[in-house]
């Protein structure tokens, strides 16, 4: 029905988009997808800007299959959008329901990531080093043994 892989649509969904009826959508809408999902975050904020009452939730450490990857978020997720769904539907009107603006999960800024990544580098820099200064082999018959 999609095709042959997820990356090339073809098939019986081949010339189906439905991007401009977005806004035709009435119900409260969750929208899940993991930083690392072939669906990119970008994408899932245009869907939400043109769904109106929708909430989006990216979820850090997975990619496409975020139940899996972060369960428990996942099902914290639903459990609070589902309470709130159904709080506004007791209160009788189908506006009632207003959309959680959910915080990002990685707020560090990309200041923030170098340090941590050179950190990362000047440690296995040393101790590469120090294992190459410190080291000794010993020659043996058959080429050089282990370091000890």
């Known amino acids: 029905m999609q095709g042959a892989s997820e990356f090339t649509i073809s098939g019986a969904l081949g010339d189906m988009n439905l991007t401009d ?9 969750l929208l ?3 930083r690392f999902d072939t669906m990119r975050p970008s ?4 869907m939400q800007r043109q ?5 989006r939730k990216l979820f850090p450490h997975s990619g496409h299959v975020s139940m899996i990857d972060d369960a428990g978020m996942m099902t914290d997720t639903i459990g609070d959008f589902l309470g709130r769904v159904e709080v506004s539907l007791r ?33 296995t820099l ?17 080429g050089y043994s282990p370091i000890d």
């Not at 769904?51 to 909430?55: A, G, L, N, T, Y």
């Not at 207003?98 to 050179?118: G, V």
């Open 126 to 142: 040393v101790a590469f080093s120090l294992g190459a200064y410190f080291g000794r082999r010993r020659e043996c018959r058959s």
């Open 32 to 34: 899940t997808s993991g």
């Open 51 to 55: 769904i109106k009452r929708s909430e």
């Open 91 to 123: 209160q009788g009107s189908k506006d009632a329901f207003e959309p959680k603006i959910w915080e990002e999960e990685d707020t560090r800024s990309k200041e923030t990531l170098l340090p941590e990544w050179s950190i990362f580098v000047f440690t």
């Open 21 to 29: 009826r977005l806004h035709e959508i009435e119900v409260p809408t």
């Open 43 to 46: 994408i899932v904020k245009t």
